[in-house]
């Protein structure tokens, strides 16, 4: 069993940083990050294969970035200039060619 978990949310002022980490237990070529806040649908915010093509919601785009380090089979999402309309709680998603995964999600909490 595929097992994701990520790590680094908290609560943060608006304009500040910050930066999410999702550890997969098995190496899978794609991996990114999705986002829900109470109410709503739950969205992509930016994914990243192995070989470093990398896609962001237009809403981030320009404030956050998606790495990976691939020998620790490890996504990372640095976030700034955050608003508090980034609140959510963020969820890490890895693929295989057949299956997908989410992990257990981090909450997010930007303050105004």
């Known amino acids: 069993q595929v097992q994701l978990v990520e790590s680094g949310g908290g609560l943060v002022q608006a304009g500040g940083s910050l930066r999410l980490s999702c550890v997969a237990s098995i190496s899978l070529n794609l991996m990114g990050w999705y986002r829900q806040a109470p109410g709503k649908q739950r969205e992509l915010v930016a994914t990243?294969?192995?070989?470093?093509?990398?896609q962001y919601a237009d809403s981030v785009k320009g404030r956050f970035t998606i790495s990976r380090d691939n020998a620790k089979n490890t996504v990372y999402l640095q976030m700034g200039s955050l608003k508090p309309e980034d609140t959510a709680v963020y969820y890490c998603?890895?693929?295989?060619?057949?299956?997908?995964?989410w992990g257990q999600g981090t909450q997010v909490t930007v303050s105004s």
């Open positions: 998603k890895a693929e295989s060619s057949s299956l997908g995964y």
């Open positions: 990243t294969t192995r070989s470093g093509s990398t």
